[in-house]
């Protein structure tokens, strides 16, 4: 993956990250799912080599 491509899915990966916390924090149900859904996605899994299942519980014992 070029180096551009590597950066627009860092921030892709930030912003449902920010989206995320901002979703538990607020108890928006809809836009936590679409999170999640996004982090179990074989799309996240193409732009990073993290966990999505892992992101997902450290997110939820800090935010939810």
Do not use: P, V
């Amino acid at each position: 993956m070029s180096e551009g491509y590597k950066l627009l899915a860092a921030a892709i990966i930030k912003q449902c990250l920010l989206d995320y916390r901002e979703a538990l924090l607020s108890h928006d149900i809809i836009t936590t799912l679409e999170c999640e859904q996004f982090l179990r996605s074989q799309w996240f899994d193409f732009m990073s080599d993290m966990n999505g299942e892992k992101l997902i519980k450290m997110m939820r014992e800090e935010f939810a």
